[in-house]
């Protein structure tokens, strides 16, 4: 997933272990070092900000890491690392097209690392996967480098005491794309046979090369395994590579081809169960592979298909809509694998030996992009989110017994525009913007609703008419509620075909029972809400909505660089019109909407620097300007928010310039009371809405991550304390 920190799970249990921060960009690869001293855990990681991170972990808490190192040296982003039991060696590689060798020392009380070697490789093309081992039992390591190239290159080390570094020993080439992974395992259970090396590249194939021992050849042939009726015959080199390290021969064959996934493979991971070797892959086409050899002919079979068959979805690809499996890993005892998908879910496989089968587990679920905008439900018992992966998910707590916590339960928006805001309109509807210029509005189907009943608790309205199934038409954007018709009653054929029924609004009927939060595939297909309406009258994308507590109102916005598009629209819910005229007061992008608690006032705030309010005409649902401030903040305001009620017309704003204000009424006007530094942007602010004794509590989000909360004294609005969140 693209962000900055690295998550830690427990796979005996369901929920994240730990949030560990440091890097100032992308975390992209992570690695444990295998052996330390006195079985200190280490993790490794290498991110966008070009440097090699060092996290010693805690024996007594196995979630507890803190920064042990930073490895800087690389003038490019890290892509990938590699280690090897047995050894304190560690690679790295990155964007720079360079591999840096690095020693890891670890003491009882601190780890250092010393950087041993820089390999710069030639041709220049940049890594994207490494793989370290030991040949045979020896001290030498063996060194093999992927990337933007289709060729593996060896490196090798020498035991001899004049030099420990790596040197290139040999180049195999026969992949036709990009190599995105690499994997060593020992043949021999007892590390005294055969290393065999798998490479999976973006030409769909895998291929499994033969390291050997001496100066005689291996005697096994080529296999090349055909998982797909038609795949095409590949041309096939059995070239042997020989080299020498620490007075021995070694040489390098070409030892099978595994045919199957029909998109580019991301990971190949080895696994051993006794005597028998495992491999996994992960494919973009949405599938996982478990490939074993044929224990009578040598043969690698496809023994295990994880995932979905992309050819019925018609859109996985690696650029498509789905993305496929990023990654495959084994758990340590081989009984259970996870994948990590395109949309942000981590999928968990177990096999099951009484039944001989691998059964999907309930795995992690999230956002893989900006988080844009969030909203409770009107009661409080569920969270919606928006985000730029241009989807919209529910979240709730999952009750069972006196166990709880919060899932994934329901993904009512995947669209095909990034999301930037969304407001709850009621119990059940909710209303969405994103980067067009209509906003979408939302209802529950009956099957989320009886889900979110028996497994969260949440109460329904009876009396409430519900839609059923959802479907996502082909090459549309719409989630239509369609008609569920009787497996069993036969399509009606014959002359009468113009009013035949549209296969795309017909489905056939089913019933979506689960007995715990919904797995990745069922959120995607089962769990859409319908769309009920949609409202237009903006030109551009829409910036900010805001539904007023009755749920009579929705108060919307464009992104605007003139007055004339930076106006906020009035729609009313019953009939979904809008209401003239539309309120004026900004220049530039109102980028938030709040109403007050009673709804007779509605506070905008935008890239304008002002902040306005416009007041309720009684019994009427128009709006007209009351009050503004053309110089509210120094920069632009991002974020505002209302005291309860019994503070009077009182209200926060925050901005880019680093300052929260808090403003009250005095006399006829708006006077700024308290003035709260903030030590970067402020992005977003919440008053609690209802006080502490006689204090106010209000949220302060900040653009590097902060999230502080202040005690405020109700009476004349002092800041009295600060409780900063603790990012873990």
């Known amino acids: 997933m693209a962000t900055s920190r690295t998550y830690l799970q427990d796979v005996n249990r369901v929920g994240l272990g730990a949030l560990i921060s440091g890097h100032t960009d992308k975390v992209n690869a992570v690695r444990f070092l295998p052996q330390t001293f006195r079985d200190i855990p280490i993790l490794i990681s290498g991110s966008v900000d070009k440097t090699v991170r060092l996290w010693r972990g805690s024996q007594a808490s196995k979630f507890e890491f803190k920064n042990a190192a930073v490895l800087a040296g690389h003038s490019g982003s890290i892509n990938c690392l590699a280690t090897v039991a047995g050894s304190t060696r560690i690679a790295s590689g990155a964007a720079d097209a360079t591999v840096k060798i690095w020693e890891i020392t670890v003491s009882a009380s601190s780890t250092s690392a010393e950087l041993v070697q820089t390999i710069s490789l030639l041709p220049r093309f940049f890594p994207l996967a490494l793989a370290l081992s030991h040949l045979q039992e020896s001290a030498t390591l063996i060194l093999a480098v992927g990337g933007t190239k289709s060729f593996v290159q060896i490196y090798v080390t020498d035991t001899v005491e004049e030099s420990t570094l790596f040197t290139s020993r040999a180049t195999l080439t026969g992949h036709e794309g990009w190599i995105r992974s690499l994997d060593f395992v020992d043949e021999a259970q007892d590390h005294g046979g055969d290393l065999l090396l798998a490479s999976a590249s ?26 797909l009726p038609g795949a095409r015959e590949k041309s096939l080199s059995n070239k042997a590579h020989r080299f020498d390290a620490a007075d021995f021969k070694y040489s390098i064959t070409f030892e099978a081809l595994l045919l199957g996934h029909e998109d580019w493979i991301y990971t190949v991971t080895w696994n051993r169960q006794g005597e028998m070797l495992q491999l996994l892959s992960a494919s973009a086409d949405n599938s996982l592979a478990i490939w074993e050899s044929d224990p009578s002919s040598g043969i690698w079979i496809c023994t295990t298909r994880l995932g979905e068959i992309s050819a019925q979805k018609g859109s996985t690809t690696a650029t498509g809509s789905s993305g496929g499996f990023y990654i495959g890993l084994w758990s340590p005892n081989g009984h259970s694998v996870v ?11 177990t096999h099951n030996a009484d039944q001989d089968r ?24 569920y969270l919606l989110s928006t985000s730029s992966d241009q989807t919209t998910r529910l979240h709730a707590e999952w009750k069972r017994g006196t166990n709880q916590s919060w899932h994934e339960f329901a993904r009512p928006q995947i669209h095909g525009y990034d999301l930037n805001c969304i407001e709850s309109i009621c119990d059940g509807r909710f209303i969405s913007g994103a980067d067009e210029k209509l906003l979408r509005v939302f209802d529950e189907p009956v099957d989320v609703a009886q889900m979110l009943e028996r497994l969260c608790g949440i109460t ?70 319908p769309e009920r309406e949609k409202l237009y009258g903006h030109g551009y994308e829409i910036s900010s909505v805001a539904a007023s507590n009755d749920g009579t109102l929705v108060a919307t916005a464009c992104k605007a660089s003139s007055a004339d598009h930076a106006v906020i629209r009035l729609y009313e819910t019953q009939e979904w019109r809008e209401i003239k005229p539309h309120l004026v007061a900004h220049s530039l992008t109102v980028t938030c909407i709040r109403f007050s608690a009673d709804d007779k006032m509605l506070l905008s705030v935008g890239r304008d620097r002002q902040w306005a309010i416009f007041a309720r005409e009684d019994g009427q649902h128009n709006y007209t300007l009351k009050a503004s401030n053309t110089k509210g903040h120094s920069r632009m305001i991002l974020s505002a928010s209302w005291t309860p009620l019994k503070y009077g017309r009182t209200f926060a704003t925050a901005g880019r310039d680093k300052v929260v204000k808090i403003w009250a009424t005095q006399g006829d006007e708006f006077k700024c009371k308290t003035i709260i530094q903030a ?19 209000l949220a302060v989000g900040a653009e590097n991550g902060d999230l502080v909360l202040h005690s405020i004294r109700g009476s004349n609005f002092e800041k009295l304390r600060t409780f900063t969140i603790d990012r873990k």
């Open 202 to 227: 973006q030409d769909k194939y895998i291929r499994l090369w033969r390291v050997h021992d001496g100066e005689a050849l291996p005697t096994s042939g080529i296999v090349v395994q055909h998982s």
């Open 339 to 349: 994948s990590l998908s395109r949309t942000g879910s981590w999928r968990l496989w």
């Open 358 to 381: 691998w059964l999907q587990g309930l795995g992690l679920t999230g956002h893989v992009k900006h988080v844009k905008g969030v909203a409770w439900a009107k009661g409080g018992s």
């Open 460 to 529: 329904r309205n009876v009396g409430q008419e519900m839609p059923g199934v959802v479907n996502i038409p082909v090459l549309g954007l719409s989630n239509k509620a369609v008609e569920v018709s009787d497996d069993e009653e036969p399509l009606s054929v014959g002359d009468d075909e113009l009013n035949a029924a549209d296969p795309t609004t017909t489905l056939g009927s089913y019933t979506f029972i689960v007995t715990h939060p919904p797995l990745e595939d069922q959120l995607a297909r089962h769990t859409l809400w």
């Open 679 to 697: 030590p970067s942007p402020v992005t977003s602010v919440d008053f609690l809405p209802r006080s502490l004794g006689n204090d106010l509590i």
